[in-house]
């Protein structure tokens, strides 16, 4: 009898863990896919969360107990690529520039905004002799972007600020590496870039008129980073893994000891160390990539979808805050007990009380 009772007991055991093994498999995908903007370079490596994220493995380390494979790609094409991505049902989890964001949520795109990646400061370059020394000079001259980017937003935003409208100037739509192309063929009059502008200046084809620092947050670059419906709904703690991987990635970052090695890891995606240390000198990485999900981040994506309307980028409208899904997030900040690590912001930027 007692032979009999634990030849059970094993075999109920063995089927317990079966079915254990059964139920960890159907939470996870085979391999989970990431996408993003790069440097707009299409090298294989990225800048900001995802490129920290990946060179340390934080998110790999999640996974260590399944047989999960990630694939990262940064596209050349930056947002509008990624939008493509998604669409066509190749990308997971995106980070991208928040006016591609929008256009492809008002388009349709079932995503949900689970964190912000971070700034992108805006740089004006004009040729080299020309009397450019501020976004008012601009008026009447052929000024390079790629349309669709969070580029885009931060330029008309700036010209705005100086009584400008996109009708003062003749607006050339490249991607990145054509940009620079054609600042150094004579083409063109300015580019409006991020810091991989920085790098004509130093082969004195360029001088820098312009930065978003010179505004403030409210024109810098920023965007999200977004799960597609259709993985958090059906892999949830597969989503619950990938934030909380996320979040150690901008820990991370934000320990001001980690700056070198993260600007470094950056300069993978093909924009120069320099640069990048240029770019973010005298902030602190802490505060430049907060990845809250609070009413600074919502007001900043009402703004870029309010543009979007004006501009004639998207007729349907976005409910931003039930776009936003911080709960993986808010997740992830109680389990590493970092609640109170990051500054909650209110619209204007501003320290929350």
Same mark, same amino acid.
């Given at each position: 009898?007692?032979?009999?009772?634990?030849?059970?007991?094993?075999?109920?055991?063995?089927?317990?863990?079966?079915?254990?093994?059964?139920?960890?498999?159907?939470?996870? &995908?085979?391999?989970?896919?990431?996408?993003?903007?790069?440097?707009?370079?299409?090298? &294989?490596?990225?800048?900001?969360?995802?490129?920290?994220?990946?060179?340390?493995?934080?998110?790999?380390?999640?996974?260590?107990?399944?047989?999960?494979?990630?694939?990262?790609?940064?596209?050349?094409?930056?947002?509008?690529?990624?939008?493509?991505?998604?669409?066509?049902?190749?990308?997971?989890?995106?980070?991208?520039?928040?006016?591609?964001?929008?256009?492809?949520? #008002?388009?349709?795109?079932?995503?949900?905004?689970?964190?912000?990646?971070? &700034?992108?400061?805006?740089?004006?370059?004009?040729?080299?002799?020309? &009397?450019?020394?501020?976004?008012?000079?601009?008026?009447?001259?052929?000024?390079?972007?790629?349309?669709?980017?969070?580029?885009?937003?931060?330029?008309?935003?700036?010209?705005?600020?100086?009584?400008?409208? #996109?009708?003062?100037?003749?607006?050339?739509?490249?991607?990145?590496?054509?940009?620079?192309?054609?600042?150094?063929?004579?083409?063109?009059?300015?580019?409006?870039?991020?810091?991989?502008?920085?790098?004509?200046?130093?082969?004195?084809?360029?001088?820098?008129?312009?930065?978003?620092?010179?505004?403030?947050?409210?024109?810098?670059?920023?965007?999200?980073?977004?799960?597609?419906?259709?993985?958090?709904?059906?892999?949830?703690?597969?989503?619950?893994?990938?934030?909380?991987?996320?979040?150690? #990635?901008?820990?991370?970052?934000?320990?001001?000891?980690?700056?070198?090695?993260?600007?470094?890891?950056?300069?993978?995606?093909?924009?120069?160390?320099?640069?990048?240390?240029?770019?973010?000198?005298?902030?602190?990485?802490?505060?430049?990539?907060?990845?809250?999900?609070?009413?600074?981040?919502?007001?900043?994506?009402?703004?870029?979808?309010?543009?979007?309307?004006?501009?004639?980028?998207?007729?349907?409208?976005?409910?931003?805050?039930?776009?936003?899904?911080?709960?993986?997030?808010?997740?992830?900040?109680?389990?590493?007990?970092?609640?109170?690590?990051?500054?909650?912001?209110?619209?204007?930027?501003?320290?929350?009380?």
């Amino acid at each position: 009898m007692q032979n009999i009772t634990r030849r059970s007991f094993t075999a109920g055991a063995a089927a317990l863990l079966a079915t254990a093994n059964t139920a960890r498999a159907a939470d996870n &995908p085979d391999t989970i896919r990431f996408g993003a903007f790069g440097a707009g370079f299409g090298q &294989p490596f990225g800048v900001a969360t995802f490129g920290v994220a990946q060179a340390k493995d934080f998110i790999a380390n999640e996974f260590n107990d399944t047989s999960v494979k990630l694939e990262w790609t940064y596209l050349a094409g930056t947002g509008p690529a990624v939008n493509e991505g998604i669409a066509n049902g190749r990308i997971d989890f995106a980070q991208y520039g928040a006016l591609p964001n929008v256009i492809g949520r #008002a388009n349709g795109l079932p995503t949900r905004v689970l964190l912000n990646y971070g &700034p992108t400061t805006i740089f004006g370059a004009a040729r080299k002799g020309l &009397p450019i020394h501020s976004i008012k000079d601009l008026k009447g001259r052929k000024v390079t972007f790629q349309k669709g980017t969070i580029l885009h937003w931060a330029f008309l935003r700036a010209l705005k600020s100086n009584g400008l409208t #996109a009708k003062d100037v003749t607006i050339v739509d490249l991607k990145t590496a054509d940009q620079l192309a054609a600042l150094a063929a004579g083409s063109v009059d300015a580019s409006i870039g991020s810091s991989s502008v920085l790098s004509l200046r130093e082969k004195r084809i360029v001088d820098i008129f312009y930065t978003s620092k010179d505004i403030g947050p409210k024109v810098t670059g920023f965007g999200g980073i977004l799960v597609t419906d259709a993985f958090r709904e059906k892999y949830p703690d597969a989503t619950r893994r990938v934030v909380t991987g996320l979040v150690k #990635a901008v820990a991370w970052i934000a320990d001001e000891a980690n700056r070198d090695e993260t600007l470094r890891i950056w300069s993978k995606s093909g924009t120069p160390y320099e640069a990048l240390r240029e770019e973010f000198s005298g902030q602190p990485l802490k505060d430049a990539f907060n990845p809250l999900v609070d009413d600074f981040l919502l007001a900043q994506f009402q703004d870029v979808i309010d543009f979007s309307k004006e501009e004639k980028l998207i007729r349907n409208d976005i409910d931003v805050k039930q776009w936003a899904y911080p709960a993986p997030l808010n997740q992830a900040l109680a389990d590493l007990k970092l609640e109170k690590f990051w500054t909650t912001r209110q619209v204007d930027g501003t320290p929350k009380a």
